[in-house]
């Protein structure tokens, strides 16, 4: 048995999630892993969605004369051969100590990091293939931004995985616009991990005759951790034998000296500050489209941050920090960007300019792919709604009602004011 502070073992990491985003985290992981050869495992695991994929002929690994670069081939051989995303994150090497696996279940074996970076409509499923093949006291960290959202309750996408797999989960959200990272341009970001206070406290948990070591350690010794609402949960403490999962060991993970890591216990206000600053940006679009210029766009954020102050203190009054919006890359900086430069807002903004809905211009733009503030939107404002409370929102609940055509986006100043939005103190 180790005795308290020797780490005789290493931290595995597995990054769930391949795409955009994903790969350019996987980057950074897999960096800091061999950097800091004393915490954690030099490979990293990266899950990959299998699918053919045909070499780009702009890409510097398409070759004519080669018949494979013009088939198909399969996406995780393509990284693995290339070490390269070429199709979510072309032209960016990546690390060689990143494994491309297309095995979930594989992928995250023997992994004590698990770090989630998929589209959230995949997250039930993919806690389903993951459940009895992760280690019982594994930690994760969400990338995902959004919110879970009904008429009844809100939660976050983090507790959601922590509570479906049993783990706690922490999050990362920040003025990240995903290819800019992975070029290595300076940025900054929020990571939010609140540790358990039994980890690192007790040995690897060994099997015995009469029961497993999962239920012997969940009923005989780990406390219960509580997310923002206040919910239990049971957790596996962190063995000993391993480093602790403090913020200086997960700051290690993520930092970098062209992404610097801004460390809190706050998962609430990380994980809305990435979700709610989208439907900002919707508005933001909308005033830009009318020609209304920067003026326009800074009143739409400075009210759009203080609904999310205030949306904030009022569901997650536990645990939720007003300076985590005000002060860290994942509230005011993300806005910012997102109202600046982001899908959300260049969609809105052509809507606007085009005089047709934006359904019309995410099915023209994006390839398939959907637009998260418009979901966001419609799930918020129904949460609202159930609650009574939409008028306390009325940069939120103006953005609904343009979604719907009830109001028209020259309408918005004269919806605050009547609303008291521009009135708003934090």
């Known amino acids: ?16 999630g391949s795409g955009n985003w994903g790969s350019a985290i996987a980057k950074i992981v897999a960096e800091n892993a061999k950097e800091h050869s004393d915490l954690f495992e030099p490979e990293v695991q990266m899950w990959v969605f299998e699918e053919e994929v045909t070499i780009p002929k702009d890409s510097k690994h398409h070759d004519e004369k080669s018949g494979q670069s013009t088939k198909p081939q399969k996406l995780t051989e393509l990284i693995n051969q290339y070490h390269e995303n070429v199709k979510y994150l072309p032209n960016i090497p990546l690390p060689d100590n990143i494994v491309a696996n297309p095995s979930v279940e594989d992928a995250v074996k023997g992994s004590t990091i698990l770090v989630f970076n998929l589209p959230h409509q995949f997250i039930g499923k993919v ?23 009904n008429s009844e309750e809100i939660g976050l996408f983090s507790e959601d995985i922590g509570q479906k797999l049993g783990i706690y989960c922490g999050a990362l959200s920040g003025a990240n616009i995903a290819t800019e990272v992975a070029q290595e341009k300076f940025s ?33 010794v780990a ?63 909308f005033v830009d489209g009318l020609g209304w210029g920067d003026n326009a766009k800074a009143a739409i954020m ?3 941050l203080l609904e999310e ?55 023209k733009e994006l390839n398939g792919q959907k637009l998260q503030g418009t979901s966001t939107a419609y799930e918020v404002y129904g949460f609202l709604k159930g609650k009574g ?25 004269e919806l605050l004011v009547q609303q008291g939005g521009a009135r708003s103190r934090l």
């Open 302 to 304: 400075r009210v759009g």
């Open 223 to 285: 406390p219960h951790h509580k997310d923002s609402h206040g919910k239990k949960t049971k957790l596996l403490p962190l063995p000993s034998e391993y480093p602790p999962l403090s913020h200086e060991t997960v700051k290690k993970l993520f930092h970098r000296p062209y992404f610097h890591v801004a460390m809190t216990s706050d998962v609430a206000g990380v994980s809305l500050g990435g979700a709610l600053k989208n439907i900002v940006a919707l508005a933001a679009g």
């Open 1 to 16: 048995m180790a005795t308290l502070g020797a780490a005789s073992r290493k931290h595995k990491i597995t990054i769930v």
């Open 309 to 363: 102050v205030r949306f904030g203190q009022k569901f997650f009054p536990g645990s939720f920090e007003q300076a985590t919006l005000t002060e860290q890359s994942c509230g005011v900086a993300d806005m910012i960007t997102s109202c600046s430069s982001g899908r959300n807002f260049r969609c809105a903004k052509m809507s606007v300019e085009r005089g047709v809905s934006i359904e019309e211009v995410e099915q």
């Open 127 to 149: 806690c389903e293939q993951m459940k009895g093949n992760i280690v019982p006291f594994a930690r994760g960290i969400s990338c995902i931004k959004g919110v879970v959202v």
């Open 389 to 413: 409370m939409e008028e306390e929102f009325p940069l939120f609940k103006a953005v609904y009602d343009i979604l719907e055509g009830n109001v028209k986006p020259e309408q918005i100043p």
């Open 188 to 220: 900054e970001t929020t990571v939010a991990y609140d540790p358990p206070p039994m980890d690192s406290r007790h040995p690897t948990p060994q099997p015995s005759r009469a029961t497993s070591p999962e239920r012997t350690e969940v009923d005989a």
